[in-house]
């Protein structure tokens, strides 16, 4: 590790999308938008399944894009690490998710040689965060060990 | 409520599938399997787009069986209520989700008028439980408020 | 419930300390250093004997403070509510917590009609929040029933 | 580590409390009253300056013993290692904690190289553990590195 903050995000959206997409047949849980030296904002577009009565997206879906968001701003803050795994993560859900665009950001609070933990905000529809939060979260991702 | 902790469980295996089965077009995350009077067992076979590469099924994908687990525990506890929510739920992923399939039980540990307390373990095909854990969780359900 | 976020805060530090001094003939575990419309700074110096070997400031006082920041962020965002209760709280702690004074500063999420939500960051020494988290936290307050 | 649940407790009361003792000139949370293979007993009578009004027990000292509780567990399931950290504990209060003693049981899910996870039950007055929940928490330890 560097001095901390970053200067300068150690991934960029573009790096971060082509390396998760060559990873998972399945695609992702949300796409990259933008990353900052220790942040990243995710989004994704909803698949109908993924929707409760009433069109709101299920709880697990939204758990699934800030856990996305916290993997993604890890990449921006210490580099790409595929291998680093969810250890732990809580969340609360603030309000039902309803509308077109799920939002995630994500930002580090501390990135050490073990472990990286960040807190996690979600919303609807406004690419510029200023709508009300429909969850928010904070968890742990362990990273790979280099023995 | 009545006495705790209640002497039957308030609501089927069978009971619970077909509520859930109604309400949402899209299926639940997770099949009842059993009840008591204050648990629940769930479980799933995960579709192959939930599943990483090394075929380890995702996390978000076993949070939802996680937090279904819950919802299903908080309905043979209290009885069905579809619109209780998850409030918050923190989950801890212990070791790679692999097999065929995945296993949820929830026990309630506390059941008020405004919420439901819970906590939960996620192991792989053994329907006994003794399979060590892939992932462990605690979290809070708050119920319809009836005014 | 008016506008969100509030135009300006709604309890100040010395509102906020007298309520709570009056209140617990203990002591509350911090001292409100600051109030905006959505957010409280507290601090406190360990007494001695919350000191772990190598004058660490053990983990339940910096949960302390962390759930008292909370409270007093709440108090700043929909006025001062002594029955307002913790119902969920999760930590990480991040670095030993080494130093003389402890400030942690919570941010309000969300404040419903039933529950407020935020998080919070715990570090050493600097009033300005410069320095290195020694904790993070995020929860849940319940508060008191109108009916 | 060896096969799992371990045959017989690594650690006893005894040897604990001794430990604690020797480490803490503050004294620990938490007296140990009994340890199984992958379980630990605790229990604290609270001082006077942790009681809020209406004489209940404190978040604070609840989470406090909760902690404790978990790290006897650890010791009990993996041998005493003082220097085994709290890395992340998330607490749910469930009702006021009222009465004399308080007593909390952690039961470890996972003994990895790296961390511990328990889940862990705080109750009132009953050594038995029959009485109603006043708080439950899950959360992970992280061990000393041995490289």
New interface residues.
């Given amino acids: 590790m560097g001095s901390?903050p970053p200067a300068y995000p150690l991934a960029t959206p573009d790096e971060i999308n082509r390396t998760v997409d060559q990873?998972?047949s399945?695609?992702a849980?949300g796409l990259c938008v933008e990353t900052g030296p220790t942040w990243a904002l995710t989004s994704m577009t909803p698949a109908?399944?993924?929707?409760?009565?009433g069109a709101i997206i299920?709880?697990?879906?939204v758990?699934?894009l800030a856990?996305c968001a916290l993997w993604y701003a890890l990449f921006a803050t210490v580099g790409i690490e595929p291998m680093a795994?969810?250890?732990?993560?809580?969340?609360?859900?603030?309000?039902p998710a309803r509308g077109t665009t799920l939002f995630a950001r994500a930002d580090i609070?501390?990135a050490?040689r073990?472990?990286v933990?960040g807190?996690v905000?979600c919303w609807m529809d406004d690419p510029h965060g200023n709508g009300?939060?429909v969850a928010?979260?904070?968890?742990?991702y362990?990273r790979p060990t280099t023995?």
Same sequence: chains 1, 2, 3, 4.
């Fill in positions: 901390w990873l998972w399945g695609g849980s109908a399944h993924t929707l409760r009565p299920s709880g697990p879906t758990f699934g856990d795994l969810t250890s732990e993560l809580s969340i609360r859900f603030v309000r609070h501390h050490g073990r472990s933990i807190s905000r009300p939060d928010v979260a904070q968890g742990t362990v023995s």
